[in-house]
């Protein structure tokens, strides 16, 4: 009995890797299988940061495909198990008919995708995971290897030609403990691009080192599981109440772990959707991560999550990226369609607390913040753009502003309410377009037309990138605005960000401290060696 799990265009992939973990480590065989990695493009944004890049997915080949299933014959496992993310779903569905061509093997696909749209996903697979998948895998895997029926497990959907069996929801895990570690060892792992086997280029998602022991420089992980919010644009929103968190000590223990295993380990990414959830946790964290792992790290924060003496205690620990997401300037927009609760004073209050941190010169002198917007939402107004645009003028300089445009995810609060109003189609939500959300970061078309609201928001967020930068005071901004000086000339307008962006960054001492510490994650000899000089296509 062996479980083969193919991960799509996420070669971290810290779900999967986890499950992984979960099945050896409960006796069942398991292999992980990457396939296809994220390729990054050069990209010219607004960007207060030197490395404008856009992540893009290459395509799928017929040798990818054939490169898989002559993976999976030498694997020869009882069950292969599919990450599926929305963006990624017509590559699961070709896949998936590949592979059932060549072979009888059952196929369960899993992840977010199957979870928020399952009536959609299951015509294309023999199996589906619902919801949390640890006991529910392990418990298909056993049966299927002891050759016994397994149409009643729970969160598992059964597809028998075409007759489906919805079995009901499975407790999730309270005790996050109980889960081993996330995998990173190279025991059982291959990585498919470019048509064939690529056993020595699995690099990791920066582009700084690998994905797997001893040679990564960037340790990816998660200390909770859920998020206390409930945004309306979130995944999260429809398992609202699921918050979980790891023990320090568990967390901790991976961490000693990660350094011991990699001598080039530089630093440490945290993907909890906020990790400031709970004053003692993070005091306690502090001091643990201060005296025993010491590395640099980043971590999501939230205007909500603002405690000041949890924030001072993260940066002496080692505190040195964060993003915090703003998503709109409008009050208004906040409340009434992302559901944020959060006033405009508060996330200005919040910005002002995060920009205190870099008086904090210890351990590590550069602390670095982006502030994310959602971009071209048409039922964000002009007047909404020009609150937004107030309020970005009243956070500190030296910030990111990065601009994501608004993607709608099957089954989402916020998709179901578009769709009633007919503001978007079917064809607009992810799964059924051909664009997928690695599109989500957008730049200045000189060849597009804009017109009409599109228009109105380009020239708004335009305005909001020249914020950035310390050069550029804010009473000019007020004064382009309130003149309307380039609204009848984006093209200008980009011009003059671009302008300002290049002489605020390169003629700016600090910013190549951060560039020089960037530049050190990986030794140059490991770069060439490897190829590695940027994660480009």
């Not at 999260?236 to 000693?256: C, F, K, M, W």
């Not at 989402?412 to 578009?418: A, M, V």
């Amino acid at each position: 009995m062996r479980v083969a799990l193919i991960s799509l265009f996420n070669y971290e992939n810290y779900a999967m890797r986890s499950l992984f973990s979960y099945l050896r480590g409960s006796g069942v065989p398991a292999s992980f299988v990457g396939f296809k990695r994220m390729r990054r493009k050069v990209t010219k944004t607004l960007k207060n940061e030197f490395m404008e890049m856009n992540d893009f997915h290459t395509e799928v080949s017929d040798e990818d495909i054939a490169a898989l299933a002559a993976e999976l014959d030498r694997l020869r496992p009882s069950l292969i198990g599919i990450g599926v993310q929305s963006s990624h779903f017509k590559t699961a569905q070709r896949i998936t008919a590949a592979l059932k061509r060549k072979s009888s093997t059952p196929i369960i696909w899993g992840g977010a995708h199957p979870t928020v749209d399952p009536e959609g996903c299951i015509p294309h697979t023999d199996l589906l995971c619902v919801g949390e998948g640890y006991d529910s895998i392990l418990e298909l895997a056993r049966r299927i290897g002891a050759g016994v029926p397994y149409r009643d497990i729970p969160n598992i959907w059964v597809n028998e030609s075409g007759a489906i069996v919805r079995n009901e929801s499975r407790s999730l895990i309270e005790d996050l403990d109980r889960l081993p570690y996330a995998s990173y060892d190279g025991e059982d792992k291959s990585y498919i691009d470019d048509g064939r086997l690529e056993p020595h280029r699995n690099i990791d998602y920066f582009g700084y080192g690998f994905t797997d022991d001893p040679g990564k420089t960037v340790h990816q992980t998660m200390t909770s599981l859920g998020c206390l919010m409930n945004c309306s644009f979130c995944i999260n929103a429809l398992a609202h109440g699921t918050y979980r968190r790891r023990s320090v000590q568990h967390v901790i223990s991976e961490l000693v772990g990660a350094k011991r295993k990699n001598p080039g380990l530089r630093m440490v990414f945290f993907w909890d959707n906020i990790f400031q959830v709970n004053r003692r946790w993070c005091l306690e964290f502090a001091d643990a991560y201060k005296s025993e792992v010491g590395l640099p790290f980043f971590a999501y924060s939230h205007p909500s999550c603002m405690d000041e003496e949890t924030l001072v205690a993260l940066r002496k620990a080692g505190w040195c990226v964060t993003v915090m997401g703003i998503q709109s300037g409008s009050y208004a927009v906040r409340k009434d369609l992302y559901n944020r609760k959060e006033m405009n004073v508060h996330v200005i209050a919040a910005a002002r607390k995060l920009d205190a941190l870099r008086k904090i010169k210890r351990p590590y002198s550069v602390f670095k913040i982006y502030y994310d917007f959602v971009k071209n939402n048409v039922l964000e107004t002009r007047e909404n753009l020009q609150e937004g645009l107030e309020l970005i003028l009243q956070v500190p300089k030296n910030f990111i502003f990065q601009a994501f445009n608004l993607s709608f995810f099957p089954n989402y609060t916020l998709t179901r309410r578009y769709l009633a109003e007919g503001v978007i189609s079917e064809g607009d939500v992810e799964g059924n377009i051909e664009t997928s959300a690695n599109d989500w970061i957008t730049t200045y078309d000189s060849k597009k037309e804009y017109s009409g609201i599109l228009r109105t928001h380009e020239y708004y967020y335009l305005l909001c990138s020249l914020a950035q930068f310390k050069i550029f005071p804010n009473r000019w901004i007020r004064l382009i605005e309130r003149r309307g000086v380039f609204t009848q000339r984006l093209g200008a307008l980009h011009r003059l960000c671009r302008m300002v962006r290049f002489v605020d960054l390169y003629f700016s001492p600090s910013n190549y401290v951060w560039l020089f510490a960037i530049l050190k994650v990986v030794s140059l000899r490991m770069k060439l060696k490897h190829r590695i000089l940027v994660r480009l296509k």
